[in-house]
């Protein structure tokens, strides 16, 4: 559908204006995000539990219906290098924008967090996929529950935004290029880190930890 009213996609965090193509934020969001937002994270998960990191309805997902009627397959779980630790990220965000916590952890001993203001959701969820890439060596498994981080690395939107000289499928500017970019690079340049999603607010300990420990940095007045 296009938009009556201006306001700003749930998913890039850009405009949107009246006129513009939308479609539903989808999931447990309400609000609206570009129909190439949607479409661009459209995407089933890690195997059977994780849903579609998508605006659009189901149907739209699978190729049916309206939209661009193509079926998106998705690509396998990323491997877990060989010898990997695993170490979880999350961001947090009172307000969006507001003021913003990221945090990562190995386990209840080993972790780090910081902040931000003012932030979005989306960038503390990637500062904090960047904060454990560059401060951990060897081998890694990033595991988060942003879909947004772990589908970018899963399913290689970055090829096309290098490709496309940072710069979506809609030929607008990569939000968050500034996180972005070097978490890219690192991560292509480092060769030994994969990406796994896990789903938030389930009860997994760790997943738990680093949502208190980003929420209570995007509390401090550092």
């Known amino acids: 559908m296009l938009a009556k009213f201006p306001g700003r996609c749930m998913r890039c965090q850009s405009p949107i204006r009246a006129g ?16 190439d937002c949607g479409s661009e994270l459209a995407l089933p998960g890690l195997g059977a539990a994780q849903p579609a990191a998508s605006g ?8 049916k219906g309206r939209g661009r009627g193509k079926a998106t397959t998705p690509k396998p779980a990323m491997i877990a290098p060989d010898g990997a630790t695993f170490v979880y990220t999350d961001g947090a965000c009172s307000g969006n924008p507001g003021p913003g916590g990221w945090a990562w952890a190995i386990d209840r001993d080993r972790f780090a967090s910081g902040s931000e203001r003012p932030s979005t959701n989306q960038r503390m969820e990637i500062r904090a996929a960047l ?12 595991v988060s529950d942003s879909t947004y981080v772990v589908n970018c690395f899963r399913d290689q939107w970055w090829d096309g935004w290098l490709k496309r000289g940072w710069t979506t499928s809609a ?12 978490l890219v690079m690192t991560v292509k340049e480092r060769g030994d880190v994969a990406f796994q999603w896990v789903k938030g607010h389930s009860g997994h300990e760790m ?10 940095a995007s509390l401090r007045r550092d």
């Open 171 to 182: 030929k607008k500017p990569v939000a968050n290029r500034d996180l972005w970019e070097p």
């Open 207 to 216: 997943n738990d930890l680093v949502d208190e420990l980003a929420v209570a």
């Open 131 to 142: 904060e454990a890439v560059t401060a951990l060596p060897g081998p890694l498994v990033v």
């Open 56 to 63: 659009a309805p189901p149907s739209q997902a699978r190729g």
């Open 20 to 35: 513009d193509e939308i479609v539903g934020a989808g999931g447990t969001d309400t609000g609206w995000v570009h129909a």
